[in-house]
């Protein structure tokens, strides 16, 4: 399956079935305290906050199972909390994205972990940590995995979300990969840091970021070089299929066991705050991978889909629609970047025309170019400018129409009947054309001998 793009991604998005899914982690209560600074404590050189409102979210590997949740995806969660009111808030939660609390172990040995961020105006002043550092028991670790083991035939993916606050023991890890690897389940990795690749043997993907990698390797990651040679060294470590090394700022590169490799650029966005977006991350690529998508498909959207989250303050689970929402008529500058961000593999293909009231044979015909199909639609200025006439369909309506038709990628609105600067721009790798428009002039066959573009001909 080729990576999809323009309306083919919504097309894809929208087949997204939202399987039976498992995440194993550490849950965790996310508290937002807000509140108004307006002097400085007489007892110390500190802020006083007035609390005016507080909120709760769900932190850890309890935000992944709801961002699988919220994709749609029928989601159990396995972790431990405490046996105390924030577990209460906690699991109801998670209830209310209906994810399955059923497998939680609720003990008094593990208190409910608390993360509380004081914030006043978007800005964080500090953060107050409620945990203990306890693993799971022998016995609970025992009743996990047996529970896990006679239900892994419901699953079509699993999520390890290790944050290293002792749910995800080494023995339980390798119990539930080498469960998912008998039974041709895929499992994802978000792993903890400082934990060595190799306690993650066997799983289908890691998602290291850039200081856990670095941390492995035991090298800085400033250059693709470093990335590729880092990458090289975690994915033999693990053994593991393919990694997803995120790199902030620099996007996320796709690294195959077999040295295949792809990178994601990142998505240009005003970030409010970066809390839960590899949890995003995780659970999007997880979703995808259960529904059967490849590791290039899940990549690219679980790289968007982290982007868009660190729009938001806090975690903040989504469904696609939010997450990959965007209107298709698009400028010929959005198209040349977004092929350029994304790395997509698909031959772009190209055809400007006037669309006005066009055959249904006409449509059929172009429908059957397989490809990332850019529409380049005449203006009414255009056409009156090159004819004499103002077509009988306006340029909204047109539009209106193509945007009903999936086979096309990209509708943009141009202002020349000469396709010339366009083909330039896009360097499209064929150009569709009326047979009844005959040879092309010298421009357009200069452009299009330029950019080395096939031309077909259409009735």
């Given at each position: 399956?080729?990576?999809?793009?323009?309306?083919?991604?919504?097309?894809?998005?929208?087949?997204?079935?939202?399987?039976?899914?498992?995440?194993?982690?550490?849950?965790?209560?996310?508290?937002?305290?807000?509140?108004?600074?307006?002097?400085?404590?007489?007892?110390?050189?500190?802020?006083?906050?007035?609390?005016?409102?507080?909120?709760?979210?769900?932190?850890?590997?309890?935000?992944?199972?709801?961002?699988?949740?919220?994709?749609?995806?029928?989601?159990?969660?396995y972790g431990i909390a405490g046996t105390d009111p924030h577990a209460d808030t906690l699991t109801a939660?998670?209830?209310?994205?209906?994810?399955?609390?059923?497998?939680?172990?609720?003990?008094?040995?593990?208190?409910?972990?608390?993360?509380?961020?004081?914030?006043?105006?978007?800005?964080?002043?500090?953060?107050?940590?409620?945990?203990?550092?306890?693993?799971?028991?022998?016995?609970?670790?025992?009743?996990?995995?047996?529970?896990?083991?006679?239900?892994?035939?419901?699953?079509?993916?699993?999520?390890?979300?290790?944050?290293?606050?002792?749910?995800?023991?080494?023995?339980?890890?390798?119990?539930?990969?080498?469960?998912?690897?008998?039974?041709?389940?895929?499992?994802?990795?978000?792993?903890?840091?400082?934990?060595?690749?190799?306690?993650?043997?066997?799983?289908?993907a890691l998602k290291p970021n850039r200081s856990e990698a670095s941390h492995i390797t035991g090298k800085i990651i400033?250059?693709?070089?470093?990335?590729?040679?880092?990458?090289?060294?975690?994915?033999?470590?693990?053994?593991?299929?393919?990694?997803?090394?995120?790199?902030d700022k620099d996007g996320v590169l796709l690294y195959h066991k077999n040295g295949g490799h792809t990178f994601y650029s990142a998505q240009q966005h005003e970030v409010y705050d970066v809390t839960g977006a590899g949890d995003t991350f995780a659970a999007v690529l997880t979703a995808f991978l259960a529904d059967g998508f490849p590791a290039e498909v899940s990549s690219c959207l679980a790289n968007i889909a982290a982007g868009e989250s660190v729009t938001h303050m806090g975690r903040h689970p989504a469904g696609t629609q939010e997450y990959f929402s965007g209107n298709q008529d698009v400028s010929p500058e959005d198209i040349r970047d977004a092929r350029a961000h994304y790395r997509f593999p698909l031959p772009l293909v190209f055809i400007s025309d006037t669309f006005d009231n066009p055959s249904a044979g006409f449509i059929n015909a172009v429908s059957r170019f397989e490809g990332d199909l850019t529409v380049a639609v005449t203006t009414d200025e255009a056409i009156y400018r090159a004819s004499g006439a103002y077509p009988k369909i306006n340029q909204e309506l047109r539009l209106r129409l193509l945007s009903g038709f999936d086979f096309i990628s990209w509708l943009v609105l141009t202002d020349d009947a000469d396709p010339s600067g366009l083909i330039r721009m896009l360097r499209p790798d064929t150009v569709?054309?009326?047979?009844?428009?005959?040879?092309?002039g010298k421009e357009l066959a200069d452009a299009l001998n330029e950019v080395q573009a096939k031309v077909e001909y259409i009735d």
């Open positions: 399956m080729t990576t999809p793009t323009g309306r083919k991604l919504l097309t894809v998005l929208n087949r997204l079935t939202g399987q039976k899914v498992a995440v194993f982690g550490d849950i965790m209560l996310d508290q937002y305290t807000w509140g108004d600074v307006s002097r400085i404590s007489p007892e110390a050189p500190i802020p006083v906050v007035n609390v005016t409102q507080t909120e709760y979210r769900n932190g850890g590997a309890a935000s992944a199972a709801c961002n699988l949740a919220a994709l749609g995806c029928d989601t159990d969660l939660g998670l209830q209310t994205y209906r994810v399955c609390t059923d497998q939680i172990l609720y003990r008094d040995y593990f208190p409910t972990i608390v993360k509380n961020r004081v914030l006043t105006h978007r800005q964080q002043l500090l953060r107050i940590d409620y945990e203990r550092s306890t693993e799971l028991t022998s016995k609970d670790e025992a009743d996990v995995i047996r529970a896990f083991e006679a239900k892994i035939s419901q699953y079509r993916a699993v999520l390890l979300s290790d944050y290293r606050k002792g749910f995800l023991t080494p023995g339980l890890t390798r119990a539930v990969i080498e469960i998912c690897r008998a039974h041709n389940v895929p499992v994802v990795v978000d792993p903890g840091r400082g934990v060595p690749p190799e306690t993650y043997a066997g799983a289908t400033d250059s693709p070089d470093d990335a590729l040679e880092a990458a090289a060294k975690i994915v033999s470590l693990a053994n593991a299929d393919f990694i997803t090394l995120s790199l569709i054309m009326r047979q009844q428009s005959g040879a092309p």
